[in-house]
């Protein structure tokens, strides 16, 4: 499977835990696409309530869930702003909740570390934690976020949540489905040093404003002091003592490999493609032929409206074709079309055939659409030029 660079900016819904998250495993793409131009969002589903808080000035704070609840969010509040200023929401608030029904929060719901030393479930996640709410609430507010925002993309963990903490896990089924639902891609954060990555974000050059952001989260992680010889470098410890080095790339993996963008000229279609092209292009010229001869001698008063909108009808349908498709071959298809069924009809009543008469219209009729056609046919394809201009004045 290729892997390609991100470099498209679109409307994205990063959906995270709690605050840290999005920094910490997302902050470079999220500062990246914004760079680009993109429209980002980001949904956190708890405040972190049960969060350790590490230095001693916050440490009281512990154990409090309203008191952290507000700390973190202006954590949260300082990074997203050092980031680059994405839209924040709250799952199961204002934009991320469906409108019939009462705002709500979900809690953190805690974790513990296993025998294997990746996270599991706690003990006792509250009765109101986002892992005790029902998988369909959650799903219903992530869609509401995403239609809130008009987003086009989502963006969440892998299936075991990076490392196992279940509101990861819960946020990634929650997020996975309601993805579907909506019909709009999901992509998983996934580990860039494996052969997993369908999207790489280089984000060396966002570094800085990635390294502002984690610094934002003094409860959270402790992080190592700039390195005079190797200013992009980017390390912190965890709260469980684990040193962290930020990767010089984030990676992706679609959910489902996206589907091939359909061909938008005659160039990118297939042979059999190309072949239908232009036996559809040769029906559509026998039918404005065989119109366009019945109907060319047609007048209104004393106005040729059956010449003028035949004429109109020929113009249109080669320029279009060309415009469109950029393909001469299914232009010449067309005027084949065109003056083989003017010639099989106007042939049927011989020298005094009433359908093409020797008079102004029919003399139009007769070479018109072989001289529109072959003007056409001789019209330099200048989407190149196009194209280059557009990409210097971008």
Known sequence: ???????????????HAHPDDETLSSGGTIATLLELGAEVTVLTATRG?????????????????????????????????????????????????????????????????????????ADDAPADSLTAADLGEVVDDIRAAIRSTGADAVVSYADDGGYGHPDHVRVHHAARYAAKAEDIPFSMIVDPGSTEADVTVDVLPVRAKVRAAVEQYRSQVTVDPTDPA???????????????????????????????????TYAEMSGQAKVTAVVVALVLGLVAGGLGTVTHQQTLGAFPIGMVLTTLIVVGLTVGIRLLYRSRAMVAAVGIGIIAATQVLSSVGGQSSPLVLANTAGYVWTFGPA??????????????LRSGALTRRE
């Open 371 to 384: 001289v529109i056609a072959a003007l056409v046919l001789a019209w330099p394809d200048l989407s190149g």
């Open 49 to 121: 309530e049960r969060g350790e808080m590490l230095t001693p000035e916050l440490a009281p704070l512990f154990g409090d869930g309203p008191r952290v609840a507000a700390h973190r969010e202006t954590e949260i509040a300082g990074a997203l702003a050092a980031l680059g200023g994405p839209a924040h929401l709250w799952l199961g608030g204002a934009g991320a909740r469906p409108t019939d029904l009462p705002e709500r929060r979900y809690t953190d719901s805690g974790m513990q570390w296993g025998p294997d030393g990746r996270a599991i479930a």
């Open 1 to 15: 499977m290729s892997k390609v660079p991100a470099t498209r900016a679109e409307r994205v819904l990063f959906v």
């Open 230 to 264: 190797d200013p992009t470098a980017l390390s912190w410890v965890m709260p469980h003592g684990v040193r962290h080095h930020a990767p010089a790339t984030e990676a992706f993996r679609y959910a489902e490999a996206p589907a091939a963008p359909a061909p938008q």
